[in-house]
C-alpha cells in the first residue's frame, strides 16, 4: 500500500503544477473540517462556563467536540479548571503568573488568587512582556505560575530553573505540554531545524520536541516535586477532554 501511495503522489508532483496541488490540498483541508463539523463531537458539559450542548471542532488534524461555543475553551483548558477546583489548588495562592494566557480562565484563577498577572514573549498579549527563559523578575516574586503548552517551543531546562527561581520555596508550579506516554525519552534532535521539518517531527513549526515519560525528571532535576492530575474515562466523555491528557502540580523545593 505504502508503495502504491507514493507512486500516486509522485504521478501528481509530475502531471499537476505545484500550485494546483497547493490548491488541491486546501480544499481536502476544508472538506475535512466540515466533514468533522458535521460529524459533531458529541454534547458536552463546560465545567467553566457551564454550557452544554454541541462543541466545536478544532486543530490540525480536527478534533470534534474540541471547543466550548460559549467559553471558547479547549480541552486542557477545561481540564485545568477541574484540577483547580477539585484539588483546590489556588485556595491560598495570594500571587499568580500565567504565561501565555488563556482568557477562558481568568475567572476561574481570579475567584481564588487576588494579584494575578500575565505574560507572553511577544507585546500586547499579556499584561507583562517576558522571555520565560530569562524572566525579568525578582527571585521569589510569586506563589504560582501556569504555562499551559509553553516548554515545548523553547530551552526547557533554561526556563524551568527560572521558573523555579522566580517561585518562592515551596511555591507551585502547573503545567502541561505534549507527551507520547509511550516514549521513555523525550525526541529531540539538533537536525531538525526548518518549520516543514519542526512539523513533521514535533507536530508544530515551532515546537522543539515532543516529551516521553522523562518529562517528569526534567521537572525533578529543576528541583520539583511531580504530582499528577488526568480525567478518568466517564469525565473524558462529559467534559469534552483529551484522554490520558495531563496536568503536572509541582512545588519548588526548598534548598538543601
Ligand atoms: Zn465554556
Not at 460529524?39 to 457551564?50: D, F, L, R, V, Y
Not at 471542532?57 to 461555543?69: D, Y
Not at 489556588?90 to 494575578?116: G, M, Q, S, W
Not at 500586547?124 to 524572566?135: D, H, Q, Y
Request: proline residues 5%; glycine residues 8%; contains cysteine.
Amino acid at each position: 500500500m505504502p508503495k502504491i501511495g507514493n507512486s500516486a503522489k509522485a504521478f501528481a508532483k509530475l502531471v499537476i503544477p505545484a500550485p494546483i496541488r497547493w490548491k488541491m490540498r486546501q480544499l481536502q483541508y476544508w472538506i475535512s473540517v466540515l466533514s468533522a463539523v458535521s460529524a459533531g463531537g458529541g454534547t458536552h458539559e463546560c465545567p467553566i462556563c457551564g454550557f452544554s450542548g454541541e462543541f466545536g471542532a478544532a486543530g490540525m488534524p480536527m478534533r470534534p467536540g474540541a471547543i466550548c461555543p460559549r467559553c471558547r475553551s479547549g480541552e486542557r483548558q477545561r481540564l485545568l479548571h477541574l484540577a483547580i477546583e477539585r484539588l483546590n489548588l489556588l485556595t491560598d495562592t495570594r500571587c499568580l503568573l500565567h504565561f501565555a494566557p488563556e482568557n477562558c480562565l481568568t475567572k476561574t484563577i481570579t475567584k481564588y488568587v487576588p494579584d494575578y498577572k500575565t505574560a507572553d514573549l511577544l507585546p500586547g498579549r499579556a499584561s507583562m512582556v517576558l522571555n520565560i527563559e530569562k524572566i525579568d523578575l525578582p527571585d521569589r516574586s510569586f506563589e504560582a505560575i501556569i504555562a499551559m503548552h509553553v516548554l515545548e517551543h523553547v530551552e526547557d531546562r533554561a526556563a524551568l530553573n527560572e521558573i523555579r527561581r522566580v517561585l518562592v520555596p515551596g511555591g507551585m508550579f502547573i503545567v502541561a505540554v505534549p507527551i507520547a506516554e509511550a516514549w521513555e525519552t523525550t525526541y529531540e534532535n539538533p537536525a531538525v531545524v526548518s518549520k516543514h521539518d519542526r512539523t513533521l517531527h514535533f507536530g508544530a513549526e515551532d515546537h522543539r520536541r515532543w516529551y516521553g515519560r522523562d518529562f517528569r525528571d526534567r521537572l525533578k532535576k529543576a528541583g520539583f516535586t511531580v504530582e499528577e492530575y488526568k480525567g478518568d474515562g466517564s469525565e473524558v466523555v462529559k467534559y469534552g477532554l483529551v484522554r490520558g491528557d495531563t496536568i503536572f502540580i509541582c512545588r519548588a523545593q526548598k534548598a538543601a
